[in-house]
Structures are given as structure tokens and as C-alpha cells.
């Protein structure tokens, strides 16, 4: 089967390319520590196997190798088999899926329980950083639970944390998990869309999904220096481009200012807000002006917002 799918070097390049976009076979050989002749074989593996594609670009030198998604290649591939009908049974799996130890600083957790088991026991032994992407528009409860210890056994030993998400800050994606509003947090930067799962331990270890859309194919840990330099690079990039969450004052509403909001929440007038707290009209408009000069908003649309987003209100119920 290895001799059918990419090698291991073929699958590294691959995943470079696929990862940090085109590259010439000089660029590949020294990012990744490779050996020219290895690329070229690597490299040519990849295009008979229709997972990439060589191609000279306007205004730039050389030949450039460019990944192809797995719709591309499957089409690519199709229209080889069918010029050559001996190839026809031959499949294109995207790595080799049953080998364990792929080279030098190359393995293969076979399963999400050893990639789980293994990444324990690298935040274990992480003394200075941790950086983690996740794609995902929402956790499962298998991965996310043992995740909130995790961040805690990190932060509470100093560990730098950053985590590149898709998922807002408000409210705590992970708090259904488990993890306290006084549990610190790692720093986190949001993006409408993440390119890939990793984890980076210490910059010395990587860990990413052998095939991206099913994790229970289990992980690959890198340790190859350049390749890890090159996915911290990678996380970098995507981590200067993400947003921070905005930091959002903690606030405390007195009894009235509860009262009221909670009258106005449910679709009251100032006037029958007024009547119902017996109250004057001028009394509403000063608590309401000084809500909106606390948290720094400009209209009541904005002042419902930022009490909706801090949980102060709640929203009205519905028949």
C-alpha cells in the first residue's frame, strides 16, 4: 500500500504546500531539512498521484509547486485511469493511513485516543508555550471537557497560551464544558475562518489531524525543526491577521437600574416604566443616560446591546 499512496516525504511536502501554499522544490528542500533528490522524488510522487501540479507564475523565476484540493486531485487522478486502464483499481488515499513511524520526526498517532493521550502528556511536560487552532464552529463534549484541564494545568504553571478560533469569547464556548467564569482564560484571537486543527507545544512538537474532515484517523506529531518552525510560522501569520475579543467592562447594576432595564427589555414605554417603578420620567432618563455614559454607548440600540452581551438582561420570554 505505501508503494500506492504518497511516501512519507511525499505526504510531508504535500502537507507543507497544502499548509503554507506553493513552494519551489529549492524552497521545499530547505524549509523542510530535505535532501534535494528527496523533493524531486516527493514532489514527482505528488503529481502522479494528482495532488500537485507544477506551475510557472507572471514576473517570478522557477518552477512552482502548487497543492491541489482532494476534488481537484480525484479529478486529476480519474482522468489518468482512464487513459491507463491498468491503473484503474489503484486508490489515492490522502496519507498512509496504517504506518506508524513515517521518518525522522514523523508519527503517526493511529487514533484520537493516543493523539488525545499524547497531547496530555506533552501540556504535561510544555514549559513555556502552547498554541492550539481550532476550526471548529462548535466543541464536542469528548474532546472539549479534558481541553478545560488542560488550559488550567497550562496557566497555572505560566505556560504562554494563544488560541486562534472561529467561535466568540461571549459566552465562554467552553463554559458548558465545565470551565468557571474565574478560570483564566488563554489569549485568543477570533477568524471567520481557520485553515487547519494544530497544537504547538514548547515550538518544539506539532500535532495535526492525519485527514482533516475525520480526526478519528488519529494525528500526526512532527518534531522536525523546520517543519515546526514552519507551522508556528503559519500560526503566527493567521494569529497577526485574527481580531481580539473586545474586553468588556464588569459592571453592576443597583436594584432600580435592574428594575428598569428588565421593564424596558420587555418592550415597556419610559412613561409605563416610569408609572410601574413610580418614578418620575426624568428619574428614567437619568438612569438611563448614566448606563449609557458607564458603558460607553451612544443609544439605547447600543445599550441594549452591551447589556445583552454581559448578560444583564435577560431577554424577554416568549408564549
Avoid: C
Avoid at 170 to 180: L, N, Q
Avoid at 273 to 296: N, P, Q
Wanted: proline residues 8%.
Amino acid at each position: 500500500m505505501i508503494g500506492r499512496g504518497p511516501s512519507p516525504d511525499a505526504d510531508l511536502v504535500n502537507r507543507r504546500l497544502a499548509t503554507l501554499s506553493r513552494a519551489t522544490a529549492g524552497e521545499l528542500s530547505r524549509e523542510l531539512g530535505m535532501p534535494r533528490r528527496r523533493v524531486d522524488q516527493a514532489v514527482d510522487r505528488l503529481a502522479a498521484l494528482g495532488l500537485a501540479t507544477p506551475r510557472r507564475f507572471a514576473g517570478e523565476r522557477g518552477v512552482f509547486w502548487v497543492s491541489r484540493s482532494p476534488k481537484e486531485a480525484a479529478q486529476a487522478t480519474g482522468e489518468a485511469r482512464r487513459e491507463t486502464p491498468a491503473a484503474a483499481g489503484e486508490p489515492v488515499p490522502e496519507v498512509v493511513a496504517h504506518a506508524t513511524d513515517l521518518g525522522e520526526g514523523l508519527r503517526h498517532l493511529r487514533t484520537r485516543a493516543a493523539s488525545r493521550a499524547r497531547l496530555v502528556e506533552l501540556v504535561a511536560l510544555a514549559r513555556h508555550e502552547h498554541l492550539a487552532m481550532n476550526p471548529e464552529p462548535r466543541f464536542d463534549a469528548e474532546a472539549a471537557r479534558p481541553a478545560v484541564a488542560m488550559d488550567r494545568a497550562l496557566l497555572d504553571r505560566g505556560v504562554s497560551m494563544r488560541v486562534l478560533g472561529v467561535q466568540p469569547t461571549t459566552p465562554d464556548p467552553m463554559s458548558p464544558f465545565g470551565r468557571p467564569s474565574t478560570d483564566p482564560r488563554p489569549a485568543y484571537r477570533e477568524m471567520a475562518a481557520v485553515p487547519m486543527k494544530l497544537f504547538v507545544v514548547d515550538r518544539k512538537v506539532a500535532l495535526f489531524p492525519v485527514a482533516p474532515t475525520d480526526v478519528s484517523r488519529g494525528y500526526l506529531e512532527v518534531t522536525q525543526p523546520s517543519v515546526v518552525a514552519a507551522l508556528v510560522e503559519h500560526f503566527e501569520r493567521h494569529w497577526a491577521a485574527g481580531h481580539t475579543a473586545p474586553v468588556h467592562p464588569r459592571i453592576e447594576l443597583t436594584p432600580r437600574e435592574h428594575a428598569l432595564t428588565a421593564l424596558l427589555a420587555r418592550g415597556h414605554t419610559d412613561a409605563s416604566a416610569a408609572r410601574e417603578l413610580r418614578i418620575s420620567m426624568r428619574t428614567v432618563t437619568t438612569v438611563i443616560r448614566s448606563l449609557m455614559d458607564r458603558l460607553g454607548v451612544e443609544n439605547r440600540f447600543q445599550l441594549g446591546l452591551a447589556l445583552g452581551v454581559r448578560r444583564l438582561v435577560a431577554p424577554p420570554h416568549t408564549q
